[in-house]
């Protein structure tokens, strides 16, 4: 769990790594660009910086993945956009990230004279604190469609503290050149002093972060308005009391430079101690920034894999957690799936553990929801390690914590049932074909023999002919059911999902439904919670495995019985996703007083072309809870048979959902 920690906070460390490099503004851009280089797929990045009056930005710093020292920024330093104009300039005004999918037909891209190959591009603000524009960091690639909603999550976890880097070796700068002004005030008048004075004072007094001056022992000698606001100290008063007292060894006048985080007042600060040779006494300079969001995002990092470690381990199923597109844990089962080990898939996007296809597949049924959400049963493709192809049937749980995106799945190696799903729909459809042919030649013959019956034939001879239209019909619907059937296990079920009030919804359908019952003598009642909220489901379908369940409940009623329908929430949670998001669902039972299930049929119940014992004698043909059951489960649903001697009990258990979640 330590290694992983690390890796997950190795970007962080790069970026205070490149704080190092302050006051060298550009030497601190360039160390940023390195690291987004390395961390996604651009070929090519630069950053932009405003000028003093804001009304431009500047190229200052530029680098390229396939170069090794000096890149091409000698081509792009220096380089001025206009604010506003531009892609850049855009992003800079808005504050708000463009991404350019392909740059050879889209408008906003102006293509200037450089020798980089541009087919799209990714253009991002560094912002510092709400809107305080640091500079616009920009990302190319020579192919088309390179960058992703993906990309703009790792970046948007980057940014952050590169802004603030880029700002302190700004603000460093700023110093360092106040610094250089003072050491020439021995060669300006008295009146010029004043008025120099009263400028470093306002620029002192009115940055952004916290700076401080003390002397040896601890005495502030000088403060800024915002480090008095973070550590509520004053001029006059001792640092020491909120800073650990053996620090105060460390400090001397070739002290290096101290790093240090402090707990005031319910916040945690980063204090920086650096000497500052001043006469007559060498004084310490400390920068203070308030660090509060970016540790507790480190602590809940280790608090989400602590609290689902466990639970991931332990699952039957193979099981993963992703964050911002990376993955953050597998369990052994995962890996042993793809036939990887742990440290060649943690850490790694999984963009490249599925094929492309796929993942434009995935991206689109992720962006269509929004917030916490639930995605079951999605059909993908992985690729092994050894490069064969996996048909993978994966659920996913959309988490966020903290404004950080996670996902947590369950996913299941659904290779061999494709092939044979493939195999017995190709029998299925030349099966149907086969059938449905010399049929309708039958059916055609016994109709028009039918025509004119009573002039020709007798009355045994009529009967023939009305049996044998009886018996075409029914191997007709057989045919249908088969088609019906091939289409869904073929992976052709298309669901066309809207909001639906379910407790409506099924009182129609027993409504229709109970015209059939009465010629049965079957009444059927129903008892629904209109509180619960509509479901976003597809109503035909729905419609369809009702009907059947429906249907099947009236055959196996005795005359003058009843068919008890039922609708309302369920409280039994399946699976460990289901207790990650704790997703709530509704439960649908319908219950007959027939002859009941045994518990041997009840296991093969919904098997195709399964009919049990009163099946049989109600000539079934073992494909209607087949069907019910693929439609449910294309839902993100279940059905599921209780065995009993006292009639039969179906439930349908759906997820209570709606179009956004």
């Not at 604190?129 to 469609?145: F, M, Q, R, W, Y």
């Amino acid at each position: 769990m330590d290694d992983l920690l690390d890796k997950e906070l190795s970007v962080l460390k790069k970026i205070n790594q490149a704080i190092s490099y302050a006051p060298d503004v550009e030497a601190v851009a360039s160390a940023i660009l390195d690291i987004v280089l390395d961390e996604t797929l651009a070929q090519n990045a630069s950053i932009m910086m405003p000028s003093s009056d804001r009304t431009n930005l500047e190229i200052r710093a530029a680098k390229g993945s396939s170069d090794q020292i000096s890149r091409y920024s000698e081509q792009s330093l220096g380089q001025v956009f206009p604010m506003g104009e531009g892609i850049a300039g855009i992003v800079a005004s808005s504050r708000e990230p463009i991404i350019i999918k392909d740059a050879s037909c889209d408008p906003l891209f102006q293509n200037r004279d450089i020798k980089v190959e541009i087919g799209s591009m990714l253009s991002m603000p560094l912002v510092y604190g709400k809107a305080e524009l640091v500079g616009v960091i920009n990302l190319s690639h020579p192919e088309p469609n390179a960058f992703s909603q993906a990309d703009l999550s790792l970046l948007h976890f980057l940014l952050p503290p590169a802004a603030l880097a880029l700002r302190n070796a700004r603000v460093m700068r700023d110093i360092e050149d106040i610094n250089r002004m003072l050491k020439d005030e021995l060669s300006m008048n008295d009146r010029a002093l004043k008025e120099f004075g009263k400028n470093i004072l306002k620029v002192f007094n009115y940055m952004s972060i916290g700076v401080l001056t003390m002397d040896p022992d601890g005495v502030i000698t000088t403060i800024n308005k915002k480090a008095s606001e973070l550590l509520n100290l004053s001029t006059g008063e001792n640092l020491w009391k909120v800073i650990d007292s053996d620090v105060k060894y460390q400090c001397g006048p070739d002290m290096g430079d101290v790093c240090l985080d402090v707990g005031v007042q319910g916040k945690i600060l980063q204090l920086e101690l650096s000497p500052l040779p001043l006469k007559p006494l060498w004084q310490i300079l400390v920068c203070i920034r308030d660090v509060s969001l970016e540790r507790f995002k480190e602590h809940e990092l280790v608090r989400v894999k602590d609290q689902y470690k466990d639970m991931v381990e332990n699952a039957i199923d193979a099981v993963y957690i992703v964050k911002e597109g990376r993955f953050l844990l597998t369990n052994q089962k995962f890996q042993e799936m793809l036939g990887y080990d742990a440290e060649d898939i943690l850490n790694k996007h999984f963009r490249h553990f599925i094929t492309r296809e796929s993942l434009h597949e995935l991206a689109g049924a992720i962006r269509s929801r929004k917030g916490n959400s639930f995605i079951p049963n999605l059909e993908i493709q992985a690729l092994k390690k050894d490069g064969s192809r996996l048909y993978l049937e994966i659920s996913i749980g959309r988490l966020k914590i903290d404004d950080v995106l996670c996902f947590v799945g369950v996913v299941r190696d659904i290779t061999g049932k494709k092939e044979l799903l493939g195999l017995k729909s190709r029998f299925l459809h030349v099966a149907s074909h086969e059938i449905r042919v010399p049929l309708t030649v039958i059916r055609g013959y016994a109709r028009m023999l039918g025509r004119n019956a009573k002039d020709i034939l007798s009355s045994e001879q009529i009967e023939c002919v009305e049996e044998i239209e009886k018996q075409c019909e029914r191997l007709l619907h057989f045919s249908n059911s088969l088609l019906n059937f091939a289409r869904i296990n073929s992976g052709k079920l298309v669901l066309n999902k809207q909001s639906v009030n379910m407790c409506d919804h099924i009182r129609n359908i027993v409504h229709n439904m109970q015209i059939k019952a009465n010629e049965d003598g079957v009444n059927i009642v129903f008892e629904g919670d209109a509180r619960i909220p509509a479901l976003y489901v597809d109503p035909m379908k729905i419609d369809q495995a009702l009907y059947n369940l429906i249907d099947n409940a009236i055959k196996h009623s005795p005359p003058s019985g009843e068919i008890k329908i039922r609708f309302g929430l369920s409280y039994k949670e399946h699976g460990d996703l289901g207790k990650i998001l704790k997703q709530k669902s509704v439960l649908i039972s319908v219950m007959d007083q027939g002859p009941g299930i045994a518990s041997e049929e009840a296991k093969e119940l919904f098997g195709e072309f399964y009919v049990g014992k009163s099946g049989r004698a109600k000539q079934g043909i073992g494909l209607g809870l087949a069907i019910t059951k693929e439609i449910i489960h294309a839902h993100g649903g279940h059905v599921e048979v209780r065995p009993s001697k006292d009639g039969g009990h179906f439930s349908i258990t759906l997820p209570l959902n709606g179009e956004d979640n």
